[in-house]
């Protein structure tokens, strides 16, 4: 059996269980939901909006190498076991531009939530 059917389903169910425990809560402006493999694991659908982080190949190359030590071969092969980018972009709501620095990308994710989150509720 592969390890993904396996663990799949419970993270799955982990996740769900964690958006329902926060929006119960009513806390909460919005819940992000980082996950590389989101459309490929079927959990797009737990999701209102689906946000795209743009980065051109040689710039998560370099960033691979350097912040988590993979060669670009795991790299390549990471990126061919999954959903092609282009198709993950096609399917997402918003597209940030992750080419700069982290401020810029937060400034966008920071109007991308302003203008899909509700209200918290006052307690």
């Known amino acids: 059996m592969d390890l993904e059917n396996i663990v799949h389903p419970e993270i799955r169910r982990s996740i769900q269980e964690k958006i329902t425990n926060a929006r119960n809560a009513g806390h909460f402006r919005a819940i992000v939901l980082d996950a590389a493999?989101?459309?490929?694991?079927?959990w797009n659908d737990v999701c209102d909006?689906?946000?795209?982080?743009?980065?051109?190949?040689?710039?998560?190359?370099?960033?691979?190498?350097?912040?988590?030590?993979?060669?670009?071969?795991?790299?390549?092969?990471r990126e061919a076991s999954q959903l092609p980018l282009e198709a993950k972009n096609k399917q997402c709501d918003f597209v940030i531009d992750?080419?700069?620095n982290v401020g810029e990308a937060g400034v966008a994710l920071e109007q991308i939530l302003q203008s899909i989150s509700k209200p918290t509720t006052e307690t």
């Open 37 to 42: 493999v989101l459309f490929e694991a079927g």
């Open 49 to 77: 909006v689906a946000v795209f982080v743009d980065v051109p190949d040689q710039l998560r190359l370099r960033r691979v190498i350097e912040n988590r030590g993979w060669t670009e071969k795991e790299f390549r092969e």
């Open 98 to 100: 992750n080419s700069n």
